[in-house]
């Protein structure tokens, strides 16, 4: 009986564990099986459907294009096509017939009547399709991440560097991919998503009293992403009040400023803007069209041109001072919200080695000058009412607009999550991060302080410190971390086995706690480290 029992024991127990394994295994897969299909469908859209210019399409498109353009498509009134690009060449044809137009006004102009001239399963049950295409993906994260209540919190180190997902092997190749492809057609071949846009037609209807365009869906996406990866987010680390409440905060952030009252403004026709998007990561907002359209649009046009000025000229710093950059990067930043939660599977890819760090301070200055030079050229061509740089303001923005706003931000900035990690546009692209990271290197009251005695050197702050910090480095040595390109996320305390390292704010002057003379080894001016200059 001794001897049974325990047996007996154990063996209920490892059988029910098995159960239960089982069970979360099941729940994980189907999860896993609902995420794909809502993805499949979303996907489907790129290629199933058929266009035909009926007297419907013509007077939904009428919202967009003027009519004298829209009469010069009757040659091809009511013929179906079944290719987007025997379509899409046929009203180019048309369209652009006295070559009048400008390559901007005739692609938007595609895009409008190819969306209203599409037909097939994705127009006629748009709501069935928005709910097995979004929402199933949706869902099928959310009972993908259910089991994860059962495990312990935090990080952990299970064969994460053997998943071919978060450690750069064919899956994580085939989403960097997939990112990078939707971007591509996102930016530069619009009317390649023309029904993906149709999907949230009922939604945008319903928010905005408007028809949906490109940046609508991608706002939409990119808030359900938010928040999807967020609860994820709430789950993984649960057992922590700072990363809970930042994650509630970011999420809040993107929902409501970055969604919601920009949907309502523009529901009520008036001037829209994310309140926390601050220039000059908002690069368009010293830009003539935007200044003019502020100044023309009453009380609420001159609020958001003083709110921005203000946001930019005293919040940033003086918040930064208080706080140092976690304020913005970790808690408010849209970029920042969606780096921490859909690109957290992904943080520890960061490439933590000197040359990047070189690399990353020549690329994030220089775009802070250019994005300054821009915006020098932006006023002062506004104030002199288009004399002084003329033209070439314009070809600044665009050569802006192209290769930082559109290429770095979004394709590389998102597209290589699964390839460099959550933070690349931030730590080598974001002109906003390179200004809040001089204020937190010079003047600041942030820093990371750490208990160098305690530290095992296991690694864990570096391994996931997403903007590439070797952490480690600092604590072995118990020197304070104050770098500029840390966004105060804190993970880096909270992976720690040993709570060698504590975020907190103190007086500017007692940050450097050990002088660098103390710390920097011969080998470290032999190898360049750039802490040496
Ligand atoms: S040093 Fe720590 S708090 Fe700063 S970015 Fe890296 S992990 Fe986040
Ligand atoms: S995680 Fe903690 S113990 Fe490990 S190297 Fe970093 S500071 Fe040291």
Redesign the pocket.
Request: aromatic share 0%.
């Given at each position: 009986m001794r001897v049974s029992r325990p047996v007996q024991l154990k063996g209920i127990s490892l059988n029910s564990n098995h159960h239960s394994n089982g069970k979360l295994n099941m729940i994980k897969i189907s999860g896993l099986v609902l995420f794909l299909i809502g993805l499949a469908v979303f996907t489907s859209t790129l290629f199933v459907g058929n266009y035909k210019i009926t007297d419907r399409a013509l007077q939904e498109a009428a919202q967009k294009v003027p009519a004298e353009r829209l009469e010069m498509l009757e040659p091809i009134k009511n013929q179906q096509m079944t290719s987007k690009s025997e379509m899409l060449s046929s009203i180019n044809k048309l369209l652009n017939a006295d070559q009048s137009l400008s390559d901007y006004q005739l692609g938007e102009y595609k895009f409008w009547i190819l969306k209203a001239a599409a037909t097939g399963p994705f127009t006629d049950y748009t709501i069935t399709f928005f709910i097995l295409s979004i929402i199933l993906a949706s869902v099928g994260g959310l009972i993908y991440f259910l089991p994860k209540l059962k495990d312990l919190p935090g990080i952990k180190n299970n064969h994460m560097f053997f998943s071919s997902t978060m450690s750069r092997g064919l899956i994580g190749i085939i989403l960097g991919i997939y990112l990078i492809g939707f971007y591509v057609l996102l930016y530069w071949y619009p009317t390649q998503i023309v029904n993906a846009v149709n999907l949230v037609e009922p939604v945008s209807q319903w928010l905005r009293n408007q028809p949906a365009d490109r940046w609508f869906l991608y706002g939409f996406l990119y808030t359900i992403a938010v928040a999807v990866m967020g609860i994820r987010m709430f789950i993984k680390y649960r057992h922590s009040r700072y990363h809970l409440v930042r994650t509630a905060s970011v999420i809040f952030f993107q929902f409501g400023f970055a969604f919601l009252i920009p949907t309502i403004l523009e529901r009520l026709n008036q001037p829209s803007m994310d309140f926390k998007n601050a220039w000059p990561l908002n690069y368009s907002f010293f830009m003539d069209w935007n200044l003019s359209n502020l100044l023309q649009s009453g009380n609420l046009g001159l609020f958001i041109l003083f709110w921005g000025i203000v946001l930019a000229v005293i919040v940033v710093p003086v918040m930064t001072y208080f706080l140092g950059k976690r304020w913005y990067c970790s808690w408010v930043c849209g970029c920042g919200g969606l780096a921490e939660t859909l690109g957290d599977p992904f943080r520890q890819l960061s490439d933590k080695s000197l040359r990047a760090w070189k690399i990353e301070r020549w690329i994030v200055h220089s775009v802070l000058v250019f994005a300054v030079v821009m915006t020098v050229m932006q006023i002062s061509n506004f104030i002199s009412n288009g004399k002084l740089f003329a033209d070439y303001t314009w070809r600044v923005n665009q050569a802006y607009s192209f290769l930082i706003g559109a290429a770095f931000a979004g394709v590389i900035g998102t597209g290589f999550y699964p390839l460099m990690g959550n933070r690349v546009w931030c730590r080598f692209g974001c002109p906003l991060a390179a200004i809040l990271g001089l204020v937190q290197k010079f003047k600041s009251r942030f820093v990371i302080t750490?208990n160098g005695g305690?530290?095992?050197?296991?690694?864990?702050?570096?391994t996931y410190c997403e903007m590439g910090i070797d952490?480690?480095w600092y604590?072995?040595r118990g020197q304070n971390i104050v770098r500029s390109s840390c966004v105060g996320c804190g993970i880096?305390a909270a992976?720690?086995?040993?709570g060698?390292?504590k975020l907190e704010n103190t007086t500017p002057g007692n940050r450097y706690n050990v002088p660098l003379d103390d710390v920097l080894t011969k080998d470290d001016y032999a190898t360049d480290n750039p802490l040496v200059y």
């Open positions: 750490s305690q530290c095992i050197s296991c690694g864990n702050c570096s952490v480690r604590a072995q880096c992976v720690c086995p040993r060698v390292l």
